[in-house]
């Protein structure tokens, strides 16, 4: 049986159950929120870990919830906040562009299975290429089929921008798999 955000809530808000609520939200949240940071960390080892350090967040800030928004749209913001620090640090640690996009396109190869559709990959790597905030979007809106309301309270962007920037996202995805399916297969 599942439990509902209210019940967790009510967990997490009372020190005596905050275990159970903590052991209730991971139960609830733990796949969706991973393959969220996956998608934008690509590598698992660490997604993983992004993820662990977005419970720690969430249970060390619980008291900073407002009900005013659904609870995965919260955490959904931690966790996208979390991935973007890690990215940061990451770019930080990159040389030049040129090595950040060679390090990017080998994480997406070594992540790969080894049966993986070549479109998939090809897939991957246009979304990688794609400009932080277009690619935040689109794998929000493509993958996780979140509305833009709730995708605007994550990235604190407003729903006009977000529809123009995921707009130009799958414009983008679509003339690079354009040029690199015909250049590459």
């Known amino acids: 049986m599942k439990i509902k955000d209210a019940e967790i809530i009510t967990l997490m808000q009372n020190p005596r159950t905050q275990d159970k ?11 969706r929120l991973y393959w969220h940071i996956r998608r934008i960390i690509v590598d698992g080892d660490l997604a993983q870990d992004i993820l662990q ?3 720690i967040k969430a249970y ?23 991935a973007l620090q890690q990215i940061n640090k990451m770019k930080k640690m990159q040389k030049t562009d040129e090595d950040a996009e060679y390090h990017m396109q080998n994480l997406i190869a070594d992540n790969a299975e080894k049966d993986s ?18 690619k935040l979007v689109f794998m929000m809106r493509y993958y996780d089929d979140l509305p833009y309301e709730e995708i605007s309270k994550i990235v604190d962007m407003s ?10 996202a799958k414009q983008k995805i679509e003339e690079y798999i354009k040029e690199n399916y015909e250049n590459n297969f």
């Open 159 to 168: 729903v006009g921008t977000l529809k123009t920037n995921y707009h130009y």
């Open 53 to 55: 350090d977005t419970f």
């Open 21 to 31: 609520g903590v052991r209730a939200l991971m139960d609830a949240y733990q796949s």
């Open 117 to 134: 559709d070549e479109i998939q990959i090809l897939l991957q790597n246009a979304i990688q290429s794609l400009p932080e905030k277009q």
């Open 60 to 82: 060390q800030n619980f008291h900073q919830f407002k009900n005013d928004s659904q609870l995965y749209t919260w955490l959904y913001r931690i966790a996208t906040n979390e």
